[in-house]
Protein backbone atom coordinates (compact mmCIF):
# COMPACT_ATOMS: atom_id res chain seq x y z
CA UNK A 1 0.00 0.00 0.00
CA UNK A 2 1.59 3.14 -0.74
CA UNK A 3 1.86 5.88 1.91
CA UNK A 4 -1.86 7.81 1.78
CA UNK A 5 -1.42 11.71 1.72
CA UNK A 6 -2.30 13.07 4.81
CA UNK A 7 -4.42 16.36 5.32
CA UNK A 8 -4.71 18.20 8.52
CA UNK A 9 -7.70 20.72 9.11
CA UNK A 10 -7.19 23.64 10.67
CA UNK A 11 -8.24 27.19 12.24
CA UNK A 12 -6.61 30.12 10.83
CA UNK A 13 -2.35 30.42 10.84
CA UNK A 14 -1.49 29.15 14.29
CA UNK A 15 -3.02 26.24 13.30
CA UNK A 16 -1.54 25.46 9.54
CA UNK A 17 1.85 26.47 11.35
CA UNK A 18 0.90 23.97 13.82
CA UNK A 19 0.03 21.39 11.33
CA UNK A 20 2.86 22.14 9.15
CA UNK A 21 5.58 22.28 11.93
CA UNK A 22 3.89 18.12 12.68
CA UNK A 23 4.73 16.97 9.21
CA UNK A 24 1.25 17.58 7.26
CA UNK A 25 1.07 16.97 3.62
CA UNK A 26 -1.57 19.21 3.06
CA UNK A 27 -3.94 21.92 5.11
CA UNK A 28 -7.42 22.86 4.65
CA UNK A 29 -7.85 26.07 6.03
CA UNK A 30 -10.78 26.87 7.67
CA UNK A 31 -12.18 29.92 10.77
CA UNK A 32 -14.44 28.81 13.44
CA UNK A 33 -14.14 24.25 13.47
CA UNK A 34 -16.37 25.05 16.14
CA UNK A 35 -18.59 25.31 13.20
CA UNK A 36 -17.40 22.44 10.92
CA UNK A 37 -15.00 25.28 9.32
CA UNK A 38 -15.39 28.41 7.32
CA UNK A 39 -14.16 30.43 4.99
CA UNK A 40 -11.22 32.12 6.69
CA UNK A 41 -10.29 36.01 6.17
CA UNK A 42 -8.19 37.46 3.25
CA UNK A 43 -5.69 38.54 5.60
CA UNK A 44 -5.67 34.81 6.68
CA UNK A 45 -5.28 33.32 3.62
CA UNK A 46 -2.59 35.41 2.91
CA UNK A 47 -0.37 35.09 5.34
CA UNK A 48 -0.78 31.55 5.36
CA UNK A 49 0.71 31.55 1.95
CA UNK A 50 3.58 33.67 2.80
CA UNK A 51 5.04 30.82 4.88
CA UNK A 52 3.09 27.93 3.28
CA UNK A 53 5.91 25.11 2.30
CA UNK A 54 3.09 22.56 1.70
CA UNK A 55 -0.60 23.07 -0.17
CA UNK A 56 -2.95 25.06 1.44
CA UNK A 57 -6.76 24.38 0.45
CA UNK A 58 -9.25 26.92 1.82
CA UNK A 59 -12.85 26.00 2.63
CA UNK A 60 -15.52 28.28 0.76
CA UNK A 61 -18.66 27.94 3.11
CA UNK A 62 -20.33 31.23 4.50
CA UNK A 63 -22.03 30.14 7.38
CA UNK A 64 -22.60 26.95 9.38
CA UNK A 65 -25.31 24.72 9.07
CA UNK A 66 -26.64 23.06 6.46
CA UNK A 67 -25.62 22.99 2.10
CA UNK A 68 -28.60 24.64 0.55
CA UNK A 69 -27.57 28.14 -0.08
CA UNK A 70 -29.69 31.09 -0.72
CA UNK A 71 -28.69 32.83 -4.06
CA UNK A 72 -26.89 35.83 -2.56
CA UNK A 73 -24.69 33.36 -0.58
CA UNK A 74 -24.01 31.74 -4.05
CA UNK A 75 -22.41 34.90 -5.04
CA UNK A 76 -20.77 35.12 -2.26
CA UNK A 77 -18.90 31.60 -3.10
CA UNK A 78 -17.97 32.69 -6.32
CA UNK A 79 -16.64 36.23 -5.34
CA UNK A 80 -14.79 34.11 -2.66
CA UNK A 81 -13.39 31.17 -4.88
CA UNK A 82 -11.97 34.31 -7.37
CA UNK A 83 -10.33 36.06 -4.44
CA UNK A 84 -8.89 32.56 -3.91
CA UNK A 85 -7.72 31.78 -7.07
CA UNK A 86 -6.23 35.42 -7.76
CA UNK A 87 -4.08 34.81 -4.56
CA UNK A 88 -2.83 31.94 -5.95
CA UNK A 89 -4.66 29.43 -3.61
CA UNK A 90 -3.97 25.72 -5.00
CA UNK A 91 -7.08 24.29 -3.72
CA UNK A 92 -10.77 24.75 -2.45
CA UNK A 93 -13.18 22.99 -0.51
CA UNK A 94 -16.82 23.39 -1.42
CA UNK A 95 -20.29 21.23 -1.87
CA UNK A 96 -23.88 22.65 -2.35
CA UNK A 97 -27.00 20.16 -2.29
CA UNK A 98 -30.63 20.59 -3.33
CA UNK A 99 -33.37 20.31 -0.43
CA UNK A 100 -34.06 16.67 -1.40
CA UNK A 101 -30.27 16.03 -0.30
CA UNK A 102 -28.76 15.25 -3.65
CA UNK A 103 -26.15 17.26 -4.69
CA UNK A 104 -26.38 20.41 -6.67
CA UNK A 105 -25.42 19.82 -10.25
CA UNK A 106 -25.61 23.06 -11.44
CA UNK A 107 -24.28 25.22 -8.71
CA UNK A 108 -21.18 22.90 -8.43
CA UNK A 109 -20.46 22.95 -12.22
CA UNK A 110 -20.40 26.51 -11.97
CA UNK A 111 -18.64 26.51 -8.78
CA UNK A 112 -15.92 24.10 -10.00
CA UNK A 113 -15.37 25.95 -14.05
CA UNK A 114 -14.91 29.09 -11.44
CA UNK A 115 -12.06 27.43 -9.18
CA UNK A 116 -9.91 26.18 -12.06
CA UNK A 117 -6.97 25.91 -12.54
CA UNK A 118 -7.17 25.21 -8.62
CA UNK A 119 -8.34 21.84 -7.16
CA UNK A 120 -11.61 21.22 -6.13
CA UNK A 121 -12.30 18.93 -2.84
CA UNK A 122 -16.30 18.55 -1.85
CA UNK A 123 -16.79 18.71 1.61
CA UNK A 124 -18.55 16.71 4.23
CA UNK A 125 -21.73 17.75 2.30
CA UNK A 126 -21.49 14.38 0.82
CA UNK A 127 -22.41 13.31 3.74
CA UNK A 128 -25.62 14.64 3.39
CA UNK A 129 -26.24 13.09 0.58
CA UNK A 130 -29.61 10.51 0.26
CA UNK A 131 -27.44 7.81 -1.98
CA UNK A 132 -23.61 7.59 -1.55
CA UNK A 133 -23.62 6.34 -4.84
CA UNK A 134 -25.77 8.85 -6.83
CA UNK A 135 -23.82 11.28 -5.28
CA UNK A 136 -20.36 9.97 -6.32
CA UNK A 137 -21.14 9.85 -10.25
CA UNK A 138 -23.31 13.62 -10.00
CA UNK A 139 -19.70 14.66 -8.66
CA UNK A 140 -17.59 12.95 -11.47
CA UNK A 141 -20.17 14.83 -13.37
CA UNK A 142 -19.14 18.11 -11.83
CA UNK A 143 -15.41 17.11 -12.27
CA UNK A 144 -14.92 17.53 -8.91
CA UNK A 145 -11.55 16.02 -7.59
CA UNK A 146 -11.59 14.77 -4.10
CA UNK A 147 -14.22 13.89 -1.74
CA UNK A 148 -14.00 13.85 1.53
CA UNK A 149 -16.32 11.29 3.53
CA UNK A 150 -16.86 9.95 7.18
CA UNK A 151 -18.87 7.39 4.93
CA UNK A 152 -22.03 8.64 6.18
CA UNK A 153 -21.35 8.36 9.67
CA UNK A 154 -20.45 10.62 12.64
CA UNK A 155 -16.75 8.42 12.60
CA UNK A 156 -14.92 6.40 9.84
CA UNK A 157 -14.86 3.61 11.93
CA UNK A 158 -18.66 3.83 11.95
CA UNK A 159 -19.23 4.43 8.65
CA UNK A 160 -16.11 2.11 7.20
CA UNK A 161 -18.54 -0.10 5.05
CA UNK A 162 -20.67 2.65 3.27
CA UNK A 163 -16.51 4.38 2.89
CA UNK A 164 -15.05 1.20 1.55
CA UNK A 165 -18.41 1.19 -0.96
CA UNK A 166 -17.76 4.97 -1.75
CA UNK A 167 -14.04 3.65 -2.91
CA UNK A 168 -15.29 1.18 -4.66
CA UNK A 169 -18.25 2.91 -6.27
CA UNK A 170 -15.27 5.77 -6.98
CA UNK A 171 -13.24 3.66 -9.41
CA UNK A 172 -9.96 5.84 -9.26
CA UNK A 173 -12.49 8.30 -10.65
CA UNK A 174 -12.13 10.75 -8.06
CA UNK A 175 -10.26 10.40 -4.80
CA UNK A 176 -11.66 9.04 -1.57
CA UNK A 177 -10.45 11.18 1.44
CA UNK A 178 -11.48 9.29 4.65
CA UNK A 179 -12.09 11.23 7.81
CA UNK A 180 -14.50 11.50 11.29
CA UNK A 181 -12.33 10.91 15.04
CA UNK A 182 -9.41 9.89 13.20
CA UNK A 183 -6.33 9.24 15.53
CA UNK A 184 -3.01 7.22 16.09
CA UNK A 185 -5.27 4.19 18.12
CA UNK A 186 -7.92 3.78 14.79
CA UNK A 187 -5.93 5.63 11.59
CA UNK A 188 -4.41 2.26 10.14
CA UNK A 189 -7.62 0.21 10.96
CA UNK A 190 -9.53 2.73 8.50
CA UNK A 191 -7.03 3.09 6.22
CA UNK A 192 -6.51 -0.52 5.71
CA UNK A 193 -10.66 -1.36 5.77
CA UNK A 194 -11.39 1.67 4.15
CA UNK A 195 -8.99 1.84 0.90
CA UNK A 196 -9.22 5.55 1.30
CA UNK A 197 -6.53 7.63 -1.06
CA UNK A 198 -6.19 10.30 1.71
CA UNK A 199 -6.68 10.59 4.93
CA UNK A 200 -8.06 14.19 6.80
CA UNK A 201 -8.32 15.10 10.27
CA UNK A 202 -7.92 17.77 13.20
CA UNK A 203 -5.16 16.43 15.95
CA UNK A 204 -7.40 19.64 17.71
CA UNK A 205 -6.67 20.69 21.51
CA UNK A 206 -7.96 22.97 23.98
CA UNK A 207 -5.40 25.17 25.35
CA UNK A 208 -6.05 28.33 27.99
CA UNK A 209 -5.98 31.78 26.96
CA UNK A 210 -3.17 33.95 28.16
CA UNK A 211 -5.22 37.16 29.31
CA UNK A 212 -4.10 37.96 32.53
CA UNK A 213 -7.40 40.06 33.36
CA UNK A 214 -10.79 38.30 32.67
CA UNK A 215 -14.17 39.84 33.18
CA UNK A 216 -16.36 37.51 34.31
CA UNK A 217 -19.63 39.18 33.38
CA UNK A 218 -19.50 39.07 29.68
CA UNK A 219 -19.79 36.66 27.18
CA UNK A 220 -19.19 36.77 23.38
CA UNK A 221 -22.28 35.21 21.11
CA UNK A 222 -23.64 33.55 23.87
CA UNK A 223 -21.39 31.49 24.71
CA UNK A 224 -20.54 30.07 28.19
CA UNK A 225 -17.73 32.09 29.48
CA UNK A 226 -15.58 29.52 30.35
CA UNK A 227 -15.35 29.17 26.63
CA UNK A 228 -14.01 33.21 26.23
CA UNK A 229 -10.65 32.14 27.52
CA UNK A 230 -10.31 28.43 26.27
CA UNK A 231 -9.13 28.10 22.52
CA UNK A 232 -8.54 25.95 19.87
CA UNK A 233 -5.64 24.54 19.30
CA UNK A 234 -3.47 21.80 16.20
CA UNK A 235 -1.53 19.72 18.61
CA UNK A 236 1.37 19.55 16.66
CA UNK A 237 2.58 15.96 18.81
CA UNK A 238 -0.94 14.65 17.96
CA UNK A 239 -0.23 15.28 14.07
CA UNK A 240 2.82 13.68 13.97
CA UNK A 241 1.54 10.60 16.21
CA UNK A 242 -1.00 9.71 14.37
CA UNK A 243 0.62 10.25 10.62
CA UNK A 244 3.73 8.17 12.14
CA UNK A 245 0.80 5.09 12.44
CA UNK A 246 -0.89 5.94 8.97
CA UNK A 247 2.86 5.33 7.50
CA UNK A 248 3.56 2.47 9.79
CA UNK A 249 0.31 0.91 8.74
CA UNK A 250 0.83 1.26 4.61
CA UNK A 251 4.40 -0.08 4.99
CA UNK A 252 3.26 -3.20 6.62
CA UNK A 253 0.60 -3.68 3.72
CA UNK A 254 2.92 -3.30 1.28
Do not use: W
Not at 18 to 34: F, Y
Not at 108 to 121: F, G, K
Not at 163 to 187: F, P, Q, S, Y
Amino acid sequence: MAHPLIEICVEGIDGFAAAQAGGADRVELCASLLEGGLTPSLGVIRQTLAVAMIPVHVIIRPRGGDFLYSELEFLTMLDDLRACRDLGVPGVVFGCLTADGRVDEVRMTELVEAARPMTVTCHRAFDMTRDPDEAIEALVRCGVDRVLTSGQHATALAGIDVLKRTHDAAAGRIVIMACGGLDEGNVAEVLRRSAADELHFSALAKAGSRMAFRNPDVGMGGTDLEREFELTITDSAAVRRTIAAARKAAVVAA
